[in-house]
T-cell receptor, first 114, second 113 residues
Framework: GAGVSQSPSNKVTEKGKDVELRCDPISGHTALYWYRQRLGQGLEFLIYFQGNSAPDKSGLPSDRFSAERTGESVSTLTIQRTQQEDSAVYLC????????????FGSGTQLSVL | AQKITQTQPGMFVQEKEAVTLDCTYDTSDQSYGLFWYKQPSSGEMIFLIYQGSYDEQNATEGRYSLNFQKARKSANLVISASQLGDSAMYFCAMREVNYQLIWGAGTKLIIKP
């Protein structure tokens, strides 16, 4: 596609339920990032993919969070047993790998855990 | 310790004036990159400008320029002739050799008519 696509754009869930957030990066972009942004705050790094592998998972806040990427394309961020503190906007970004890469962001998924 | 510091949580600027948004960074890497992104109220993150640590000239992109002072570890964003549409959150970010982007807390810029 022309840009990074994220779905759903909004997700309301009950505490304790699992959620899956999807990201379709720009075709040909080998690098894919997931960030979390709480209201009024900056971006918090979650995980990075180069191709289908995730060399850096250091930002995942707990073992309830996991992510995968297949076909060097679509990525899914899964949050199990959601908690209210998981409420945030989850942003996905992709880039070409290079010394001056810039990130192209999706419009995010607003997650609300009731 | 903070790796990216944006000391201005909010700024009000009169339309058509120039504005400087501050960003200081901390790294021991010799090779790194500095980015500025804009986030309007709609939420999307928009890339503005990039400066590489080895770039000798300050980066410019239209009305945006980056005042890069390597010895002082500062990478301030300058917006010339501000417009109402410039009202947004502005984030400074740094990429170190391990490729991960580290983000500042942001500055909320409001342009007054």
């Amino acid at each position: 596609g022309a840009g990074v696509s994220q779905s759903p754009s909004n997700k309301v869930t009950e505490k304790g339920k699992d959620v899956e957030l999807r990201c379709d990066p720009i075709s040909g972009h080998t690098a894919l990032y997931w960030y979390r942004q709480r209201l009024g705050q900056g971006l918090e790094f979650l995980i990075y993919f180069q191709g289908n592998s995730a060399p850096d998972k250091s930002g995942l806040p707990s073992d309830r969070f996991s992510a995968e990427r297949t076909g060097e394309s679509v990525s899914t961020l899964t949050i199990q047993r959601t908690q209210q503190e998981d409420s945030a906007v989850y942003l996905c970004a992709s880039s070409l790998w290079g010394s001056k890469e810039k990130l192209f962001f999706g419009s995010g998924t607003q997650l609300s855990v009731l | 310790a903070q790796k990216i510091t944006q000391t201005q949580p909010g700024m009000f600027v009169q339309e058509k004036e120039a504005v400087t948004l501050d960003c200081t960074y901390d790294t021991s890497d010799q090779s790194y990159g500095l980015f500025w992104y804009k986030q309007p109220s709609s939420g999307e993150m928009i890339f503005l400008i990039y400066q590489g640590s080895y770039d000798e000239q300050n980066a410019t992109e239209g009305r945006y320029s980056l005042n890069f002072q390597k010895a002082r570890k500062s990478a301030n964003l300058v917006i010339s002739a501000s417009q109402l549409g410039d009202s947004a959150m502005y984030f400074c970010a740094m990429r170190e050799v391990n490729y991960q982007l580290i983000w500042g807390a942001g500055t909320k810029l409001i342009i007054k008519p």
